[in-house]
């Protein structure tokens, strides 16, 4: 009788130990990769650890963090031009080249360590700066076991990581046959990485000196350096990388809650943030492909706030998803929408990490027939 008891229990933890390895493969492994999701709005140069979730700075080099929400650090204007998003309303922006061999580097510590022997996509979109007088031609990727913490703010050499405890890859170039010198449009770099299983955490940035540097001067002579905007990077498994062939295969459960995983929202705010475009896409195509179906769109929010106010602002929450649904041609008659407040908390809102992640937004898909 008691081994009849244990089984249920044995046959999930099989079902979770099979479908991790694939979920961790499919999906994005870096945190906030568009730098929608902020701790404070900014309001100076400098302060990517003090504004931004998932993000820090592994030397004294002080990259900086814009965002709509800001005068200071706004966009799409700032202080070295103007650029809007690309995604959302936030991006990061340092130096790739200065004087004196002065650099700012971006660190993300990875969802899921890499597994030895995979394949992984790695991009990210630059835009360089309007006030920059040099273009550069690479842009440098490393890997490492344990986080990178030098206390220099000039280049981060081969030398400081030959220093660092624990494994550390080689450095991965991006390079362009030109140069990334482009204002107006964001351009994407792609590479692709063979991993050797102790990657958890990636550093973006210039690992050469100013000699080294390969660098094409556009003639202005305001900065002195090379400042780019960086928005979305993401690391994907090759095998499982998400292309617009499979949005068709996407399948739900019906009757069961289904929490949008990259639909974000920052405190006291309605509009989406995140990377959910594909999320959204596939959840369209469903809806398209099996038109019978209704679904029921739940928001939510953390416990900052009146009762009233989280009632409202979860309403809104829900909204968004409604119209962008609307908006793209599933019918209104197939939606209902309800604004839950903060009364179904999924974390604790004693911290900023459990806020985060009450401030959602859940569907439920059901068969009227």
């Known amino acids: 009788m008691r081994m009849l008891t244990i089984r249920p229990y044995l046959n999930l933890l099989l079902l979770l130990a ?3 390895p694939f979920f961790l493969a499919s999906q994005n492994l870096v945190l906030n990769p568009s730098f929608e999701n902020y701790k404070q709005c900014p309001v100076a140069l400098g302060n990517l650890e003090k504004d931004v979730i998932h993000w820090k700075m592994p030397t004294k080099g002080t990259t900086d ?7 200071a650090m706004g966009t799409p204007e700032n202080f070295n031009g103007k650029q809007p998003a690309d995604f959302g ?3 990061v922006g340092f130096y790739m080249y200065a004087p ?4 700012e580097y971006i660190e993300a510590q990875l969802s899921a360590t890499l597994i030895k022997g995979e394949r992984y996509t790695i991009s990210f979109y630059v835009s360089l700066a309007e006030r920059s007088d040099f273009a550069v031609k690479e842009f440098g990727i490393r890997f490492t076991e344990l986080p990178v913490e030098v206390a220099t703010s000039k280049v981060l050499s081969g030398l400081h990581y030959a220093q660092l405890k624990g494994e550390k ?10 140069y990334y010198s482009d204002e107006i449009k964001w351009v994407k770099l792609t590479t692709t990485y063979e991993a050797n299983g102790t990657e958890n ?5 210039n690992f050469k000196n100013n000699r080294r540097t390969q660098k094409y001067q ?12 960086l928005d979305m990077v993401s690391v994907y498994n090759v095998n499982s990388e998400p292309l617009s062939d499979d949005i068709q295969l996407k399948e739900y459960e019906l009757d069961s809650i289904h929490v949008f995983k990259d639909v974000y929202f920052n405190s006291n705010k309605a509009k989406i943030r995140g990377d959910h475009q594909l999320e959204m896409e596939l959840l369209l195509s469903y809806l398209k492909k099996n038109s019978t179906v209704h679904i029921e769109i739940r928001g939510h929010t953390d416990d900052i706030g009146s009762d009233s106010f989280n009632q409202k602002l979860s309403v809104r929450r829900a909204s968004e998803i409604v119209g962008y649904l609307t908006e793209n041609g599933i019918g209104i008659n197939r939606i209902s929408s309800i604004g839950l407040g903060s009364s179904m908390p999924i ?8 806020r985060f992640l009450n401030r959602r937004v859940e569907f439920v898909l059901r068969n009227p027939n």
């Open 169 to 178: 890859s080689k450095e991965l170039v991006i390079s362009y046959s030109k």
């Open 65 to 71: 963090y814009f965002n709509g929400c800001s005068i």
């Open 100 to 103: 004196n061999d002065y650099r």
């Open 201 to 205: 955490f990636m550093v973006i940035g």
């Open 89 to 91: 309303e936030g991006y």
């Open 347 to 354: 974390a604790t809102n004693k911290t900023e990490a459990g």
């Open 218 to 229: 556009t003639k202005r002579e305001i900065t002195k350096g090379s400042y780019y905007y």
């Open 18 to 20: 099979l479908c991790i």
